[in-house]
């Protein structure tokens, strides 16, 4: 089990959205009001194409690695800055399911 394929990564992304989205509905109603069902539709087709983006990048290199593609695709900083970025994502995702 020391591999992370493909399968992997599409659920760490979703258990990182799906976390906020449970944790916060009624901020959510109360910021956006009757119309807040229409962003949640939006972003949750915005991450649909961010793992469909990432497995596909995944399979057609055979590279599974988030930080090696992350680095291939947009450069050392650019991969430096987004591997930050998904890595404080995941430890606020942790604050925020610890609380």
Do not use: C
């Amino acid at each position: 089990m020391g591999i992370i394929n493909s399968k992997h990564l599409f659920f760490i992304i979703s258990a990182l959205a799906i976390v906020t989205l449970k944790t916060f509905p009624s901020l959510f109603i109360q910021t956006g009001g009757r119309d807040t069902w229409i962003s949640v539709i939006i972003a949750s087709i915005f991450i649909l194409l961010y793992v469909w983006l990432i497995l596909s990048v995944s399979k057609k290199t055979g590279n599974y690695n988030l930080l090696n593609i992350y680095s291939k695709t947009l450069g050392k900083t650019g991969g430096a800055i987004f591997s930050g970025l998904f890595l404080l994502t995941v430890l606020l995702t942790l604050f925020e399911s610890a609380g």
